[in-house]
């Protein structure tokens, strides 16, 4: 009763501002954080195509933290701007009914859904109830949806209850950004305070120290296409022993409130000694690390965004995350580790089942991951034929030629009332 009290506030709020004139403006709308990465590439192009036409920011001070004058400035902008795009379930589009005179493009904020959400994960432990779906008309009101990846087109279309011709498999900005060469100076900004801290890590013993790839420097680029075992398409940045980049999904309603220190220690406990891990993940989940006993190699990941992380590392792991897919793109060897994949595949479900997808860079083993490692770093065994396969199976095509800017620039102007 209480959601759909609301839900009828909130449409006759928007009602009342879709009675002011409509403006030569684009809105960029956003819940889930305060500057999403897509927006800030997509911005420049967005300014330099539409001069005449305004952009305006409308998003969370902190992630998820919906406030009240946020929602009635959202419902502004969604009654009077020509175009908006949101990258992620924003209620001010979704809930109010009738027509509109917006257009409203979904830029949705991972390039494929490893693990279900939105419709494909009601009446689980981690999705929402059916009632709140209903009341809050999830995921409507959208004209278009970017997918990154072609791969995540069929798990799209039942997430957000559309057919799959709404979607458009254009890739993100953030491909442009680990691809594309003219972001190479922007990448080695953003990555350079993190690559110092791992060079300050403690020596790990006699000789240990100098274990350290042979990878390119920064600033250069490699090839554009999918190449023999070892190859990478976007430079890595100099440290002086192998990382690991541990950047796990974020969990709703998990059996075990502490996975992430659990895992964290297993990974610390098993992983090679030359190794250095890096954990990037959920500060609420990264709370339940204090207090547990970590060597020195294990670094939390502060103040650098896991895209830019990237940079740094040599090896990433992972389990039902998107970051997968911008690793592969990368061309940074993934696994994923999958300790609770049966809890998962009841709660939320599983688009990708990494043990049946990808097995030969899969397992729910910590000893098995650690051998995985070991062995490729002794003699470089990663199995680089399954992940290609598993890649090129989901769409990810490194391609610096394509612009997936220009692209989604392309679909903002067909929306424009010239």
């Known amino acids: ?7 009828l506030v909130i449409s006759g709020i928007f009602r009342i501002f879709s009675l002011f004139p409509q403006r030569r403006c684009i809105a960029l709308l956003s819940r889930q954080s305060a500057r999403p990465f897509d927006f800030e590439l997509l911005e420049p192009a967005l300014r330099r195509a539409f001069p005449d036409y305004k952009l305006f920011w409308c998003c969370v001070a902190h992630g998820g933290e919906m406030t009240v004058p946020l929602m009635l400035k959202q419902l502004w902008y969604v009654a009077t701007a020509e175009v908006c795009l949101v990258d992620g379930y924003v209620p001010a589009v979704s809930i109010p009914r009738g027509p509109r005179r917006s257009a409203c493009i979904q830029l949705w904020h991972a390039l494929g859904a490893i693990k279900k959400f939105g419709f494909q994960s009601l009446h689980t432990a981690a999705g929402r109830s059916p009632e709140a779906a ?3 008309s999830m995921h409507a009101g959208y004209d278009c949806i970017v997918a990154g990846l072609s791969g995540a087109v069929p798990a799209f279309a ?3 209850g559309y057919p799959e011709s709404a979607f458009l498999p254009l890739g993100l900005p953030r491909c442009d950004y680990l691809l594309r060469p003219e972001y190479a100076g922007m990448r080695a900004e953003r990555s350079t305070a993190l690559a110092a801290e791992i060079a300050a890590l403690p020596a790990v013993g006699e000789g240990d120290a100098s274990v350290a790839h042979d990878g390119p420097a920064l600033d250069e680029l ?11 398409r976007t430079a890595r940045t100099r440290t002086n022993r192998p990382v690991v980049l541990y950047a796990p999904t974020f969990r709703k309603n998990n059996a075990n409130p502490a996975w992430l220190a659990d895992a964290v220690c297993a990974l610390d406990a098993s992983l090679p000694a030359e190794v250095a891990l890096l954990i990037s993940a959920h500060p609420l989940d990264v709370e339940h690390l204090e207090g547990r006993a970590l060597t020195p190699r294990v670094r939390v990941v502060h103040g650098t965004a896991t895209i830019d992380a990237l940079a740094v590392a040599d090896y990433v792991v992972t389990d039902y995350s998107a970051v997968a897919f911008e690793a592969m793109l990368a061309g940074v060897k993934t696994y994923f580790y999958v300790p609770d994949i049966e809890e998962y595949r009841n709660s939320p479900g599983l688009n990708v089942d990494p043990l049946r997808d990808a097995p ?3 397992t729910a083993d910590v000893e098995a991951l650690a051998h995985l490692v070991a ?4 003699c470089g065994s990663y199995d680089r034929t399954c992940e290609t396969a598993f890649a090129r199976g989901y769409g990810i095509d490194p391609d610096p030629a394509a612009c997936a800017v220009d692209a989604i620039v392309d679909v903002v102007r067909g929306y424009l009332k010239r």
């Open 158 to 160: 039942e997430a957000f």
């Open 134 to 136: 209903r009341a809050f």
């Open 375 to 378: 062995d490729d770093l002794a």
């Open 360 to 362: 030969g860079i899969s």
């Open 222 to 232: 490699q090839g554009d296409q999918w190449k023999g075992a070892g190859a990478e």
């Open 1 to 7: 009763m209480v959601m759909r009290l609301a839900a």
